[in-house]
């Protein structure tokens, strides 16, 4: 069983920055995707970015320029680096993992990312 533990939301001001963290650990299989999606009020979770396990990224268009994804495979852990945050990235993000061997899906908790001033 493959837990995440994300971490690294909160409150900051528009224009600000986060980093969010999700280091995945009690997996017997190597990790092939990772990636965060996010999750507003009264709206259906959405992707954020994507990363492989070689370093190919995706970036939802809504958000290229302004975030950026990596990953250090040997901690089994992918970040999400947010800068010039809008009110609008306001959401509860979550880190998704794929492991390569049978493709299954784990989630994390979620984290909270408020963006006001």
């Known amino acids: 069983q493959v837990q995440l533990g994300e971490s690294g939301g909160g409150l900051v001001q528009p224009g600000g920055s986060l980093r969010l963290s999700c280091a995945a650990s009690?997996?017997?299989?190597?990790?092939?995707?990772m990636g965060w999606y996010r999750q507003a009020p009264g709206k259906q979770r959405e992707l954020v970015a994507t990363?492989?396990?070689?370093?190919?990224?995706t970036y939802a268009d809504s958000i290229k320029g302004r975030f950026t994804i990596s990953r250090d495979n040997a901690k089994n852990t992918v970040y999400l680096q947010m800068d010039s945050l809008k009110p609008e990235d306001t959401a509860v993000y979550y880190c998704k993992v794929v492991l390569n061997l049978n493709a299954r899906v784990y989630w994390g908790q979620g984290t909270q990312v408020t963006v006001s001033s």
């Open positions: 990363i492989a396990s070689g370093g190919y990224t």
């Open positions: 009690g997996s017997r299989f190597s990790i092939g995707i």
